[in-house]
């Protein structure tokens, strides 16, 4: 039997629509196994990525949605960045800062690396997330960039943190703990979803790795990977249920370990859209939605760590 291509983004649709309806957020996960002392706090930040609105658009969507703030990259020039502040002002958000840079030699990545970081700081974010160095530079280049983030964090004041993301620094659980052996000032935004994707696996044969990397987290990014890409297709769909509680056993320890230290969190919530999303082929009509699916994330969180 053939089918055309109407038809089966007709049924995609449909099919990802029953699912959705027969699975409710309280469904997919328990709480901890360990008690919310109400002093604990998360702060809850929405990302601008695949958003195709203006920013005050974006901004009042944010507020609308129950989000704290807002996690962007840093404006590229004065007027955008007083632009944003302005904005997140008027709503009330709080502002990340996403900075790092392309350049695959590293005498250029580094000296914009650091033009970008020394501007984020003079804004006074909430925080500021790198996207820092790459996977193909030696130990010693990669841990010049860390370096001097912690420099700049001590100075100002202002946390600065290391994504665990493909392609960066910390691509991989294995690096990334040679780094954190090395140097003990270097903190993470964990993206785990990155490591799934790296290592084809829910990383249960690296469990020192994890745990370190676990107690180096002070800002994550709560998107659902698995052994075969860094996104699953929709995080409520039950084939998923295991991958997503996973994650949510990672997540417990860091939100344990800040309990346990009497601080606070961040998160961003950041499936993202095609093609990172997965998509019909011939469309690229995405197979599902990402604001909600991100909404979704940020209200699981809120049920499981209020």
């Not at 360990?34 to 195709?52: E, M, Q």
């Not at 769909?237 to 996973?246: M, S």
């Amino acid at each position: 039997m053939t089918i055309d291509r109407k038809t089966f983004i007709s049924n995609i649709a449909l099919g990802g629509a029953g699912v959705l309806m027969g699975q409710s957020d309280g469904d997919t996960q328990n709480q901890p196994a360990f008690a919310i002392p109400d002093n604990f706090s998360i702060t809850y930040l929405a990302t601008r990525w695949g958003y195709p609105g203006t920013l005050d658009e974006f901004c009042a969507a944010s507020r609308e949605a129950g989000y704290d703030g807002i996690e962007v990259w840093l404006p590229n020039n004065q007027g955008g960045q007083e632009e944003l502040f302005d904005v997140t002002g008027q709503y009330d958000l709080k502002v990340g800062l996403l900075v790092g840079s392309g350049s695959s030699t590293f005498d250029e990545h580094f000296a914009d690396f650091k033009k970008d970081l020394d501007r984020a700081v003079q804004l006074d974010p909430l925080f500021i997330n790198c996207h820092s160095g790459r996977d193909f530079f030696p130990f010693e280049q990669n841990s010049q960039i860390i370096d001097y983030t912690i420099q700049v964090s001590d100075s100002a004041g202002i946390e600065v943190y290391h994504e665990t993301h493909r392609s960066r620094i910390l691509f991989a659980a294995h690096i990334a703990k040679q780094f954190m052996e090395d140097i003990p000032g270097l903190r993470l935004t964990l993206d785990i979803s990155h490591w799934c994707n790296v290592h084809e696996s829910l990383l249960d044969n690296q469990p020192e790795a994890v745990q370190l990397a676990l107690q180096r987290t002070d800002h994550i990014h709560s998107r659902i990977g698995h052994p075969e890409g860094p996104q699953v297709t929709d995080p409520r769909a039950p084939e998923w249920k295991q991958t997503v509680e996973a994650h949510f056993a990672w997540w417990d320890r860091v939100v344990k370990q800040k309990i346990d230290e009497g601080k606070s969190l961040t998160m961003t919530p950041e499936f993202g859209p095609p093609t990172y999303m997965p998509s019909v082929p011939y469309t690229g009509q995405p197979l599902g939605n990402q604001w909600e699916i991100n909404k979704h994330m940020m209200d699981l969180w809120k049920q499981r760590y209020s």
